[in-house]
């Protein structure tokens, strides 16, 4: 593809989506790649967000604005939120037949985390956003993939985030589902479906376990292994594929993140925005962006009325656009 910016009358502008995979913490990233995306004035059509990259999906969908007061909001909800061990499951997980066990078990008692949720986004819905938004979540019967656009945003994002084993599926029109990174860990394919031609995919590697001295060590890393996997062979297909520009901004952490290390939010923001700099010349070049583009006109989507619409690929795509 070339990567001559768009020029010439008649010529649209590629529609850019924004898809933010499952990482844990380490989704806090994205608060930094896109603070830089929107200060280089990259417009953005439609947010996609998985597992823990749905709250910042939803975060970019709201407008996206300061990230820095979003990143302690963060750090206040996770305080004590994947602490609270539900009791009650051990016996069970022991005792299956005697404490009764079924799809629902988890780990955790997640009252806190449905409390953070709600303190989020309250009672708001997918059409009270400014921006298309996708979430993604697993039928837990079936593993499809479930695409979430309407209704409750908590309902959503719990859904989302439910972490298999440790926090307790969640019924969304009655079905059952579960942590959106069990089906893909980066939803591109979501973005594509809804004909964006441009797409950012901010994605996260897992940190191998330094040691395997238990069982749940070694779940986490055949775990780790699968989505590292997982990851590598979706964005080596989609380049391949080449259905869309996909420009991979995958934060390089030097160190291991647990969903309890608050304390480095900071240092997860920074290397995000290193890894939205990495990528942004090229993207400046393949939307016609020049250097001095910003916020003042970059942030928002073009024609208002379009807002609640999917960004539908038209007769011209993004190569149209570019040649």
């Not at 520009?245 to 304390?263: F, H, K, S, T, Y």
């Not at 993207?283 to 942030?299: I, P």
Request: aromatic fraction near 4%; include cysteine.
């Amino acid at each position: 593809m070339s990567e001559t910016p768009a020029s010439g009358a008649g010529a649209r502008r590629p529609r850019v989506a924004v898809v933010i995979g499952s990482g844990g913490l380490k989704c806090a990233a994205a608060l930094g790649s896109i603070r830089v995306l929107r200060d280089a004035g990259v417009p953005i059509d439609l947010a996609v967000g998985c597992s823990g990259g749905s709250l910042c999906a939803v975060w970019l969908a709201r407008g996206a604005e300061a990230a820095d007061r979003q990143a302690e909001r963060f750090v206040a909800s996770l305080h004590g939120m994947f602490q609270s061990l539900d009791y009650r499951a051990v016996p069970r997980a022991l005792l299956p037949r005697a404490f009764g066990f079924g799809p629902e078990f988890a780990l955790l008692d997640d009252r806190k985390v449905n409390a953070a949720i709600r303190d989020f986004v309250g009672d708001s819905e997918f059409g009270d956003l400014g921006l298309p938004l996708r979430i993604v979540a697993t039928d837990f019967q079936s593993g499809d993939q479930v695409v979430l656009s309407s209704g409750s945003l908590a309902d959503a994002l719990r859904a989302s985030i439910a972490i298999p084993m440790v926090l307790p599926p969640w019924r969304v029109d009655g079905r059952l589902l579960t942590d959106g990174g069990a089906c893909d860990p980066l939803p591109v394919d979501v973005a594509m479906r809804e004909g964006a031609d441009v797409i950012v995919a901010i994605g996260f590697e897992e940190s191998p376990q330094t040691e395997v001295g238990n069982l749940m060590q070694l779940v986490l890393h055949l775990k780790t292994t699968t989505v590292n996997h997982l990851l590598r062979s979706q964005l080596a297909f989609y380049s391949v594929a080449h259905h869309a520009e996909v420009i991979p901004m995958i934060p390089d952490l030097d160190r291991r993140i647990r969903l309890a290390d608050a304390d480095q939010i900071g240092y997860l923001i920074e290397q995000g925005e290193l890894a939205a700099r990495r990528e942004l010349p090229y993207l400046r070049r393949l939307l016609g962006l020049s250097e001095g583009a910003g916020r003042g006109g970059g942030g928002a989507r073009e024609g208002a009325g379009e807002q609640d619409a999917p960004c539908r690929r038209g007769d011209a795509d993004v190569g149209a656009a570019a040649t």
